[in-house]
């Protein structure tokens, strides 16, 4: 199993903005490709008040920020000159964070996503949506905004595929800006799987594939936690999709770059569970060679030589 798609992280919000131009992103591309990525996902297309692209919608009605650059355009050309498929992650409100109301990010993001087809959906590269909201377990209205977000993606993009990144409720699930490391209160193999099969059912018509994050639970439960994963997508004919975090939620400084022994023992567990892709969370900032922390160079250097053990 190795890494086929990254997200791109630009509207950072719990990890450094490393502040690239055009050249950069430019040179970044041709390390991804080197590294055998084919997908490249826009975690979202705007966080709060800071957008990635020109949006005459969210500048008026939310306030936001007006981008020096847009970087959908950038992002979908460097994808077209690489050959890659590039999926846009929705808009971010900020608010069911704040609040736990999904409404609002389905009220805004019916605008924007006619707003992002109307703008971009001519472009090669433009192959799919990411549903950006992230969830864990039986959230009040996920079933309702994930069917209706999803559903829009589709009916105004000509059936393009729509895709989800929820997490495990597992020890390791805490908060960015939580002094610890992990907790107690976590979710059982029994819960998750009756949570999920509830969630999936109403939502299966409306996404394609479902990226569970890996980093949540232990490295000794992996096996089981991806093993189910993968029945409850088959029962519902989703993809299932692993999103590998190159990141270490083990330190007490968040984030660093993963250690590449924990990083591999994760694909090889998506790989025993038969998924079908695996992404990362994300490659620029935590495995390119010219990120901002060194360790990500090495990472870079210690998969490729992973990579070259299969011959491709």
């Not at 703008?119 to 433009?126: D, I, L, S």
């Not at 999936?200 to 394609?208: A, K, L, V």
């Not at 479902?210 to 088959?234: M, T």
């Not at 190159?246 to 770059?257: G, H, L, Q, T, Y």
């Amino acid at each position: 199993m190795l890494i086929t798609g990254t997200f791109i992280d630009e509207i950072s919000h719990d990890i450094p903005h490393q502040n690239w131009g055009a050249p950069e992103w430019a040179r970044d591309f041709e390390h991804m490709k080197a590294a055998g990525i084919d997908t490249v996902i826009v975690i979202r297309c705007g966080y709060r008040r800071f957008i990635t692209y020109p949006s005459a919608y969210l500048t008026i009605v939310h306030g936001c920020y007006t981008p020096p650059i847009d970087l959908i355009d950038l992002f979908l050309t460097l994808a077209e000159q690489h050959n890659m498929q590039l999926y846009i992650g929705l808009y971010d409100s900020g608010h069911y964070w704040d609040t736990g109301n999904l409404q609002q990010e389905i009220d805004t993001n019916q605008f924007v996503i006619e707003e992002l087809w109307q703008q971009y959906g001519r472009r090669k590269a433009f192959k799919g949506w990411y549903l950006s909201t992230e969830i864990s377990r039986k959230t009040k209205g996920a079933i309702e905004a994930f069917s209706n977000m999803g559903t829009h993606c589709k009916q105004v993009s000509n059936q393009l595929p729509v895709f989800i990144s929820p997490w495990i409720d597992g020890k390791k699930a805490v908060l960015a800006a939580s002094g610890s490391l992990s907790k107690q209160d976590v979710v059982s193999l029994k819960e998750h799987e009756a949570e999920w099969d509830e969630i999936f059912s109403g939502i299966h018509q409306s996404i394609d594939a479902v990226a569970f994050q890996d980093g949540q639970i232990d490295y000794h439960e992996l096996a089981d936690f991806f093993s189910l994963n993968k029945k409850l997508a088959d029962k519902y004919g989703l993809q299932c999709w692993t999103n590998a975090e190159s990141f270490d939620r083990d330190m007490p400084i968040k984030f660093f770059p993963i250690k590449f022994e924990k990083l591999k023992l994760k694909l090889e567990a998506a790989q025993q569970a038969g998924y079908d892709k695996a992404i990362t969370f994300e490659f620029s900032h935590f495995m390119s060679p010219q990120s901002a922390y060194i360790q990500a160079h090495h990472l870079y250097n210690r998969y490729l030589e992973y990579k070259t053990v299969y011959n491709v």
